[in-house]
């Protein structure tokens, strides 16, 4: 497809389990960001990619948290020894960047809602 | 983390009528955005601002980013029923590896056909 994709749409875990959401970025799009969304909150950033390169992981929460890029296409965040609090709508957005400065807007996918009980 | 104020926080009116969102920061972005949110889906990009003072508009929506760099409107004339949404405003610094998006809480807008 054309645009951004993620997978899963839902996911439930019980506390404690690892979880793993997929993301595809539009082809083409060298910059990948992902961001947590809480319930009628706006999105809070987590980490942002360019390339396979992780340049920014300042909003990662904790070390639980764990996102990678291997090929520089596809994206996967990781949760291990998931909590209630990591209850949220996980999106990904990417971006065609040309240079260091210059600055094309993010296209985002729906998401991935994800639940622990 | 950090947000924008962003008001109001919802309105409900009739169709037809015009509607207008604002958002502020305590500190200057290069660059402000402005998206629309459907429950279960992802953010649509509506409008990219990126010059002090610039005035855009895409069909009957229309954005300014203000001229101190710490604010942003958005307009929307002559509504209708699928305007129904969340709006998000969003900035960004810019900058190194600073790309991130800082994000208003939205402005809930329904109207009523």
């Known amino acids: 497809g054309a645009g951004v994709s993620q997978s899963p749409r839902y996911k439930v875990a019980k506390r404690g389990q690892d979880v793993a959401l997929r993301c595809d970025p539009i082809?083409?799009?060298?910059?990948l960001f992902w961001y947590q969304q809480a319930l009628g909150q706006g999105p809070e950033f987590l980490t942002y990619?360019?390339?396979?390169?992780?340049?920014?992981k300042s909003g990662l929460p904790s070390d639980r948290f764990f996102a990678e890029r291997p090929e520089g296409s596809v994206s996967t965040l990781k949760i291990q020894r998931t909590q209630q609090e990591d209850s949220a709508v996980y999106l990904c957005?990417?971006?065609?960047?040309?240079?260091?400065?210059?600055?094309?807007?993010?296209?985002f996918g729906d998401g991935t809602r994800l639940s622990i009980l | 983390g950090q947000q924008l104020n962003q008001s109001p926080q919802s309105m409900f009116i009739q169709e037809g009528e015009d509607v207008s969102m604002n958002c502020t920061s305590s500190?200057?972005?290069?660059?402000w955005l402005w998206y629309k949110q459907d429950p279960g889906e992802g953010p649509v990009l509506l409008i990219a601002?990126?010059?002090a003072g610039e005035l855009t508009s895409n069909g009957r929506l229309t954005a300014q980013f203000g001229i101190t760099r710490k604010d942003s409107f958005l307009n929307i004339s002559a509504s209708i029923p699928s305007d129904v949404g969340i709006y998000f405003c969003?900035?960004?610094?810019?900058?190194?590896?600073?790309?991130?998006?800082?994000w208003g809480l939205g402005t809930s807008l329904g109207v009523n056909p």
């Open positions: 082809s083409g799009h060298v910059s």
């Open positions: 601002l990126y010059k």
């Open positions: 969003a900035g960004q610094k810019n900058g190194g590896n600073n790309r991130k998006l800082i």
């Open positions: 500190s200057i972005f290069n660059t």
């Open positions: 990619f360019q390339n396979e390169a992780q340049l920014d």
């Open positions: 957005a990417s971006s065609l960047q040309k240079g260091a400065y210059s600055n094309q807007p993010q296209h």
